[in-house]
């Protein structure tokens, strides 16, 4: 079983750039994703991306402003955000599909999470 552990969440300000790490357990060739769940809000997707050449996903909130990118042979997975808002303040989880998909309801491995709170 994969184990996925995020870093990088700590409290920044509106326009920082702050980048994410999802460390995977082991060889872990699957499309992956970010998530990100807000207070009193539904988790909800950020990027994903897969293990081949196929291009990465975006939800529109995010685009031009997150790139989500991968070390294969580091088995980690990155989200460099830029351009913080305090919209984007959320408890960031990755997780992986390993049919690759893109479905968002496909995505079975999670991680614990790292808070990222933007102030104003």
């Known amino acids: 079983q994969v184990q996925l552990v995020e870093s990088g969440g700590r409290l920044v300000q509106a326009g920082d750039s702050l980048k994410l790490t999802c460390a995977t357990s082991?060889?872990?060739?699957?499309?992956t994703a970010w998530f990100r769940q807000a207070p009193g809000k539904e988790r909800e997707f950020v990027a994903a991306i897969s293990w081949s050449s196929a291009p990465p996903r975006y939800t529109n909130s995010v685009k031009d402003r997150f790139t989500i990118s991968r070390d294969n042979a580091k088995n980690e997975i990155y989200l460099q955000m830029s351009s913080l808002k305090p919209e984007d303040t959320a408890v960031y989880y990755c997780?992986?599909?390993?049919?690759?998909?893109?479905?968002?309801?496909?995505?079975?491995?999670w991680g614990q999470g790292t808070q990222v709170t933007v102030s104003s």
């Open positions: 082991g060889r872990a060739l699957y499309t």
């Open positions: 997780a992986i599909n390993i049919r690759g998909t893109y479905a968002e309801d496909e995505f079975g491995v």
